[in-house]
């Protein structure tokens, strides 16, 4: 089954480009640029927001970005997400679960057809998938909506809805802004691609050899390290914000306090890789 289809760009205006042309993109995306794919817990906007500077920029190919919008971003009281099995096992509950996703989207002539493929290799590293490949790849697609949007639409807008207990909700409004300022001046890209390249070192040095530890130490920690580095919004909370997260165990003093060699060498890294990624981003403007 297939997600619903919200009518905003017409993908059939797109030129359609032959598959190898493609593949040559998709290769150069996954191998040339150090884009950290392996660990898609958020920041999907942000890598298909570079991979469309990419594609612009280096192959000159046009194209779409699909957003796919879980029933959580678009209703209330409806906590469906769109979920993919964690294999690194860095989420709390050992998935990856998003209330929206987005990559970029090409026009390939395939034996005589006109067909649609994704490229997003955080779903699949090896090619570009058909787009009815990549809906199959994300569980609860079926109940999702779906759009194609032009490429300088950087990210959606959001109305925000009290409920009965003051908690706030943010559902997607129906509306899109483009790659621009304040986002980025503000280095919204550069930051979310500097937090996926620091979780793969935290993850590695810090957490891999916890998984395996008997001690209840050990597993107190790695509990904590997963709510902090497992999670899309405490990251952006605590790094790219500098603020506290939402659980008691992800505020600035809590992870400062507990875990100040881990918190240090990660802000470290972020800075690095957010200077890294400024570097690349300005030469793709």
């Not at 150090?34 to 190919?61: D, T, V, W, Y």
């Not at 957003?67 to 678009?74: E, K």
């Not at 609860?140 to 908690?167: I, Q, R, V």
């Not at 997607?172 to 280095?187: H, Q, R, V």
Request: charged share 20%.
């Amino acid at each position: 089954m297939q997600p619903t289809y919200l009518a905003y760009a017409d993908i059939h205006l797109l030129e359609a480009y032959d598959m190898p042309l493609i593949d040559a993109a998709f290769k150069s995306i996954c191998n040339d640029w150090a884009i950290e794919f392996g660990f898609p817990h958020g920041g999907c906007q942000q890598r298909a927001q570079i991979m469309s500077m990419i594609l612009q920029k280096k192959f000159n190919i046009k194209h779409c970005k699909v957003w796919l919008f879980a029933p959580a971003a678009l209703y209330l009281n409806d906590a469906t997400m769109v979920y993919r099995e964690d294999d690194k096992k860095l989420s709390p509950n050992g998935l990856l679960e998003w209330s929206y996703h987005v990559a970029p989207v090409v026009q390939v002539k395939l034996n005589g057809h006109i067909e649609t493929y994704v490229i997003d290799p955080a779903i699949n590293n090896q090619n570009p998938l058909h787009l009815q490949d990549w809906f199959n790849a994300l569980n609860n697609s079926h109940k999702c909506k779906y759009c194609f949007m032009l490429p300088d639409k950087y990210f959606f807008n959001s109305s925000y809805h009290t409920g009965e207990n003051n908690d706030v909700t943010m559902l997607f409004d129906g509306s899109f802004f483009n790659y621009e300022n304040p986002a980025k001046d503000n280095l919204a890209v550069e930051k979310g691609l500097a937090i996926q390249d620091m979780v793969k070192v935290i993850h590695d040095k810090y957490m891999l050899p916890l998984f395996n530890s008997h001690n209840e130490a050990d597993a107190a920690k790695l509990l904590d390290l997963k709510d902090v580095f497992g999670n899309a919004t405490a990251l952006d909370m605590l790094f790219s914000q500098n603020i506290s997260g939402y659980s008691s165990n992800t505020t600035m003093r809590y992870v400062v306090s507990n875990h100040y060699e881990i918190i240090d060498g990660a802000k470290k890294l972020f800075n690095e890789r957010l200077l890294h990624w400024t570097g690349v981003v300005n030469g793709l403007l």
